[in-house]
């Protein structure tokens, strides 16, 4: 029989204080030691904050690291769980899903004790982390494929006051876009096990090649100004610079009409960016089949008024992959 998964260390010492979160072996791979930061400071809000759930978007995990660097000193109140790598086989392999068992962690919560790892990594975190607070962060990107703007992203809660408040805390961050992603594949998803909890869940996104110091200083300071919004720093919240603009908007996606998918195999040519607004039948892309000298190339257009979202940027794409992303500001 194998041992149940355990932290290191008492989470609810006083101070700052690190372990692991220790998920237990299996048939398929040893024990593995996620190293958990916790910043307790006593009563007030208490906030868990994850990244590298997917393994080849490192933003997350970088951003993570910088907070326990700063955020003991700065943390006024109430506790601040930090785990940098929820899926360390899939950070250090770089792909978005666990090499291991090939899953993907946010799409198997709220886990399998007696599963596979990536299944004992999500029942290990909603054992003995999620229980531990009423707000979560899970830091994410879309990955090198995608340009994507910084971002935080939720997905339509059945709840209206569970919704409210989360759009709320997805605004406090004050990135150049708020989300409420109509997304085709919630099943098992992390935010979703915690909304069912009646937990506040942010998940932030950006996209765009590779990880770049731009890039983390803007989400870092999403961040920080969700940590003011929540009171657990202080400071005055701004909106980070982004493309000469300090600004932000709340926008909402609809299915199927929003997701642009490849009409053929090949390349796709972005023909605008992300966050331009676009008009019916305004071209999004070309799609350039590679493999036969008399196969055409694809206009893609956008189907309605919309704002772009987000955009692929590079990979060789199949029939059906998504291209573009569209939304529309939210209907409150
Ligand atoms: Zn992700």
Not at 117 to 133: F, K, Q
Request: include cysteine.
């Amino acid at each position: 029989m194998s041992e149940a998964p355990h932290l290191t260390f008492d989470l609810d010492k006083p101070g700052i204080s690190k372990g692991h979160l220790v998920v237990p072996k299996g048939a398929d791979c040893e024990a593995l030691s996620l190293p958990v930061f916790s910043l307790n400071k006593g009563d007030g809000p208490r906030l868990l904050i994850t990244g590298g759930c997917h393994g080849n978007e490192l933003e997350g995990p970088l951003v993570a690291r910088r907070l326990v660097e700063w955020l003991p000193e700065a943390q006024t109140c109430g506790r601040v769980i930090i785990v940098p790598v929820l899926n360390p086989p899939a950070v250090q392999a770089f792909t978005r899903n666990t090499p291991i068992d090939g899953l993907n962690l946010n799409r198997v919560f709220p886990g399998r004790a007696n599963g596979s790892v990536t299944e004992r990594i999500a029942d290990a975190v909603s054992r003995l982390l999620l229980p531990t607070a009423d707000t979560v962060f899970d830091l994410h990107s879309f990955g090198p494929t995608w340009d994507f703007p910084p971002s935080t992203t939720t997905h339509p809660i059945s709840d209206p006051a569970l919704m409210a408040k989360t759009i709320g805390m997805a605004e406090a961050f004050k990135l150049p876009m708020t989300l409420v992603w109509d997304h085709p594949d919630t099943p098992g998803m992390f935010d979703i096990s915690a909304h069912n909890k009646g937990k506040v869940f942010v998940c932030a996104e950006l996209g765009g090649g590779t990880v770049g110091a731009e890039s983390l200083a803007i989400y870092e300071a999403g961040v920080r100004n969700a940590l003011i919004s929540l009171g657990l720093i202080e400071g005055k919240a701004e909106y980070p610079m982004f493309r000469q603009r300090k600004s932000s908007q709340t926008l909402q996606t609809r299915r199927p009409a929003d997701e642009l998918k490849s009409p053929a195999r090949g390349i796709f040519e972005p023909r605008c960016s992300m966050l331009d607004e676009v008009k019916q039948g305004d071209l999004i892309g070309i799609l350039h089949p590679m493999d036969s000298s008399s196969a055409d190339s694809n206009d893609v257009r956008s189907p309605g008024p919309s704002i772009v979202c987000g955009i692929r940027s590079g990979g060789y794409v199949e029939v059906d992959e998504w291209l573009a992303l569209l939304a529309r500001p939210l209907n409150r």
